[in-house]
């Protein structure tokens, strides 16, 4: 069974550029997460997205934005670059179902960095 | 808010030592808690998923026991060796935020094992 796959594995942005990252769940899961990891404030929610639509939200600007589509794939979307999104973003799939034993499989990241 | 502290940051030790990982949260209402392990610049490793109504987890050398009316939860590695050495994430479901694709991490202890 194939893992989580993100697409780039690494990016060079410079400022005031838009990027967009890529997560292809495990095959039959139908939640996808997304995570920001920096050194200084770690793992760092951004959202969540079930069958097409997001269903929790972390405390980030209207910058990053994401979507789901009907295969369950995810797409991350940062407009306007800041310096400090230079990050390694993380997607994670799960089943989606709300249970006390669910499990998130995480993908190797994204690292993104803006110059 | 929520917060997960992980406690010491960094730990080294001599290979075949026992050694305990450390982490606490502040609120006991959860689903579950997970522990990740984390190799540098790669995606995060589940290692073990305890759920609210459970004490323990084991999987091989490691054991994660879990106290949610002090907020608490162990890692227990035995008999440790070079290969664990890696940085180890806490997270945690809270109920408050609907859904288990939002885990809240600590800020992870590295570890190093030396041969």
């Known amino acids: 069974k194939a893992g989580v796959t993100q697409t780039p594995r690494y990016l060079i942005k410079t400022r005031g550029q838009q990027v967009t990252l890529s997560c292809s769940p495990i095959s039959g899961h139908r939640s996808v997460s997304w995570y920001q990891q920096t050194p200084g404030q770690g793992l760092q929610f951004l959202f969540e997205y079930f069958s097409e639509t997001q269903r929790n939200k972390g405390n980030f600007p209207g910058r990053f934005s994401g979507r789901q589509f009907s295969n369950s794939r995810s797409e991350m979307n940062v407009s306007t670059l800041e310096l400090g999104d230079s990050a390694l973003y993380l997607c994670?799939?799960?089943?989606?179902?709300?249970?006390?034993?669910?499990?998130?499989?995480f993908g190797s990241g994204t690292q993104l960095s803006v110059l | 808010k929520q917060e997960v502290t992980q406690i010491p940051a960094a730990l080294s030790v001599p290979e075949g030592e026992n050694l305990v990982l450390n982490c606490s949260f502040t609120d006991s209402a959860i689903y579950n808690l997970q522990w990740f392990r984390q190799d540098p610049g790669k995606g995060l490793t589940s290692l073990l998923l305890?759920?609210?109504?459970?004490r323990e987890q084991t999987s091989g050398r490691l054991n994660a026991s879990l106290d949610k009316s002090s907020g608490r939860s162990t890692l227990y590695i035995a008999a440790s060796q070079p290969g664990d050495s890696a940085t180890y994430l806490c997270a945690v479901t809270f109920l408050s935020v609907g859904s288990q694709g939002n885990l809240i991490f600590g800020k992870g202890t590295k570890l190093s094992v030396k041969p």
């Open positions: 994670a799939s799960s089943s989606g179902e709300r249970t006390a034993n669910e499990k998130l499989f």
């Open positions: 305890i759920q609210s109504s459970q």
